[in-house]
């Protein structure tokens, strides 16, 4: 469906064998795809670079996120140095990026691997290899994000409107 070509999923996978079939399976469902083999790449890509190797970078995730916005990311759990459950807490404690859907996937098949990730607010866990129909089940957390996105940058420009009218009145800017 050509209307999913806007969406665009940041894919994190250590196997490069995995991440050419979940960049291929999103592909022919028409979203645009990002692949990094690490979390620390998927970070630097969002913006989100660890305070003591990047300093006062850290402090701007704005500008780097709006350069790439990402309306899901899909991350494989088991990865060397920073697992995809170290990647799902730091989006969900950024003021920025919390909001992003963040779908897990692994070939191991362990319940309290699976249901800390959907407590700490994964919204599915996949389990490998995935599958075209997987790719369906990810659709309704994309869409929601789309119509949150668009509700929040109505609020955002109501909230323009009304300070600039306000502004007059106070003498502030």
């Keep these: 469906m050509a209307v999913d070509a806007h969406f665009h999923v940041l894919a994190v996978d250590d196997s490069i064998t995995d991440r050419m079939l979940i960049e291929r399976l999103l592909r022919t469902s028409?979203?645009?795809?990002?692949?990094?083999d690490s979390v620390v790449k998927a970070l630097e890509l969002l913006g989100l670079q660890e305070h003591e190797e990047r300093g006062s970078e850290s402090a701007c995730p704005d500008r780097r996120h709006q350069e790439m916005e990402v309306n899901l990311i899909i991350t494989d759990y088991c990865m060397p140095g920073m697992t995809g459950y170290d990647l799902l807490r730091k989006i969900k404690e950024s003021?920025?990026?919390?909001?992003?859907?963040?779908?897990?996937?692994?070939?191991?098949?362990?319940?309290?691997?699976?249901?800390?990730?959907?407590?700490?607010?994964?919204?599915?866990?996949?389990?490998?290899?995935?599958?075209?129909?997987?790719?369906?089940k990810i659709k309704p957390h994309l869409l929601k994000?789309?119509?949150?996105k668009d509700q929040q940058s109505q609020d955002a420009y109501a909230n323009t409107s009304r300070k600039n009218a306000s502004s007059d009145d106070s003498g502030t800017s």
């Excluded at 028409?30 to 990094?36: A, C, I, K, W």
């Excluded at 309290?112 to 607010?121: K, T």
């Excluded at 994000?145 to 949150?148: E, F």
């Design 30 to 36: 028409s979203y645009q795809v990002t692949t990094v």
């Design 95 to 136: 003021e920025n990026l919390k909001d992003i859907p963040v779908v897990i996937m692994s070939s191991e098949n362990v319940p309290s691997r699976i249901n800390r990730c959907l407590e700490e607010g994964a919204e599915e866990f996949l389990l490998k290899p995935v599958q075209l129909s997987d790719v369906d």
């Design 145 to 148: 994000t789309k119509a949150s």
